[in-house]
């Protein structure tokens, strides 16, 4: 489809700096595959809204999931371009029947990290600290750790919020270490909190090679980018997910961590007052789908 003297295969792409980034990640590694690849950037509802149309838009979101996708998947239904590439917790847990995760390529770090201007850790911040986030996820998880944190409503890229910090909009911002990484600020991170701290959100450091589900060729040229554990480690965290009913404006975190003898899931959900966590082991031959209905089961009970 892409070889020499064909079409190249067209990558649908958000406009922002890490979106980017994404996808000349995977053109790069089609490209090592012998395949033309072409980037496409589109712009999406979630990029054109600003914070007071964001909220008017998308009462209690916390990041929009499905704003940053859907005029780029209406390009793809459409066959203006070939796949997209997503931050995969952008994804909805189900998608429309018409597409399909192709590839998930390897994870990159899922941990959520701690930024401050003086490289100050969590401990050491000062009584009543401003902590930029908008997740309730983090917020919850954040005052199980110190129940005196203030929160400070931060939005934008990376570097505009890493601007509003400079600027003492707030005494810390909690990001998602893979997004600093992937644009070489990993430099900025003053604490990367453990699994047991803040329990990640389903998905966070996965990347989602999406294209229509009946096209097949491409569905084959995408195959060799899909990391079998990566994919069953977010199988398993969206299906928790979808069962406890969570999107982005609900808190719950979900972590996979697969093994050589099975896997290790880890949940933390908000049940009234009550942060609840739990961790389980499931063996190598459960399937993912399997195990994120018993981490789910395990939170549910409370």
Not at 17 to 39: F, N, Y
Not at 186 to 214: M, N, V, W, Y
Not at 219 to 231: E, F, G, K, S, T
Not at 232 to 251: D, F, I, K, M, W
């Amino acid at each position: 489809m892409s070889g020499l003297g064909e079409k190249p295969l067209r990558i649908g792409s958000r406009g922002s700096q890490l979106a980017l980034w994404q996808a000349e990640h995977i053109a790069a590694a089609l490209r090592s595959l012998g395949h033309s690849v072409s980037i496409q950037i589109i712009k999406t509802t979630g990029d054109r809204l600003q914070d007071a149309a964001f909220q008017a838009a998308n009462p209690g979101a916390e990041d929009g999931k499905g704003i940053f996708i859907k005029e780029i998947e209406e390009a793809l239904a459409a066959g203006e371009i070939d796949l997209a590439v997503h931050s995969l917790k952008d994804l909805p847990t189900e998608l429309a029947p018409q597409f399909a995760i192709a590839a998930i390529p390897p994870r990159a770090d899922a941990r959520d990290v701690l930024v401050t201007v003086n490289g100050a850790m969590l401990a050491e911040l000062p009584e009543n600290a401003r902590v930029g986030t908008t997740s309730p996820r983090r917020q919850t998880q954040l005052l199980d750790l110190r129940d005196d944190l203030k929160f400070v409503a931060m939005r934008g890229n990376v570097d505009t919020r890493l601007r509003k910090l400079a600027e003492g909009q707030a005494d810390a911002l909690v990001l998602a270490a893979a997004g600093l990484e992937r644009l070489g600020l990993e430099k900025h991170i003053s604490q990367r909190f453990t699994i047991a701290e803040l329990c990640p959100a389903p998905g966070q450091g996965a990347l989602a090679i999406e294209c229509r589900a009946d096209d097949a060729a491409t569905q084959n040229l995408l195959a060799p980018l899909d990391d079998a554990p990566a994919r069953y480690a977010v199988t398993a965290e969206r299906a928790a997910l979808h069962t406890l009913g969570g999107g982005c404006s609900v808190p719950i975190g979900i972590f996979c961590e697969p093994g050589r003898g099975g896997s290790t899931l880890h949940g933390a959900r908000s049940v009234g007052e009550e942060l609840v966590r739990r961790e389980i082991a499931v063996a190598a031959d459960v399937p993912a789908v399997e195990a994120g209905l018993l981490i789910a089961g395990a939170l549910r009970e409370g």
